[in-house]
């Protein structure tokens, strides 16, 4: 069955320092990867997305993930964090084909403190 | 473009009372879904619709929560009787087909606490 797994519950960052939000996954099949943000009082929007070619991919406000295959992973990666970031991230994955369904891991809360 | 509107935003009921929640979801999107959303817990899909078949509702406590999906377009998830456990965030999205398949659109979601 697909799951998905986050490492942080809850991670505390001061402004400029960097970022790194775990994300594993467990398919059997050729994934579609996302990233997925929740600001305070916002609803869920999409940060970045992997569906193939280049493992390495750019999203909105500086944030990128990496693919690697051979981990199961997709991690999110931002150099300087600010206190705008603070929100909750959720990564998530499907199946390749057209109606695959969407399985989202826990979550992780990003708070940056200024 | 117009987003994903939900309604009611909130909702308190008593147990073993009804609910039901409404969703009308991006023009041209063909998909719909339906998540519940447990505090400090990720989106858990209930149900996914293709147009107005359902695809994949292995998650649907068929006992109590019923979800239509009329013409294809609005759908609404019925929640009855209401257990406390069901006290969550229920959010609708919706993706277009082909190459963005999967690219979810959320609504604000529907706050249900039940007493």
């Known amino acids: 069955a697909q799951s998905v797994s986050q490492h942080n519950h809850h991670v505390i960052l001061s402004e400029a320092a960097s970022l790194e939000l775990g994300c594993n996954y467990s398919?059997?099949?050729?994934?579609?990867l996302f990233w997925y943000v929740q600001y305070p009082g916002q609803h869920l929007q999409l940060l970045l997305k992997y569906f193939s070619g280049d493992p390495l991919v750019k999203g909105i406000k500086g944030f990128e993930a990496e693919f690697i295959k051979s981990k199961f992973s997709f991690n999110l990666r931002k150099p300087s964090v600010q206190w705008s970031d603070t929100a909750e991230y959720f990564c998530a994955v499907r199946g390749s084909a057209s109606y695959d369904k969407v399985i989202f891991g826990p979550g992780t809360s990003l708070s940056v403190i200024p | 473009e117009a987003g994903v509107a939900q309604s009611p935003r909130y909702k308190i009921i008593e147990k073993r009372q009804s609910v039901a929640f409404w969703c009308n979801p991006i023009?041209?999107?063909?998909?719909l879904y339906w998540y519940q959303q447990i505090l400090g817990q990720g989106p858990k899909l209930l149900i996914q619709?293709?147009?107005?078949?359902?695809?994949?509702d292995s998650q649907l406590p068929k006992d109590r929560f019923s979800a239509e999906r009329l013409k294809g377009v609005d759908s609404t998830l019925k929640i009855q009787p209401a257990k406390l456990e069901d006290s969550a965030v229920y959010l609708c999205?919706?993706?277009?087909?082909?190459?963005?398949?999967?690219?979810?659109?959320f609504g604000e979601g529907s706050r249900l606490t039940v007493l």
């Open positions: 398919y059997g099949g050729t994934v579609n």
């Open positions: 023009s041209g999107h063909a998909t």
């Open positions: 999205a919706s993706s277009p087909a082909g190459v963005r398949a999967g690219e979810l659109f």
């Open positions: 619709f293709q147009n107005n078949g359902v695809v994949d």
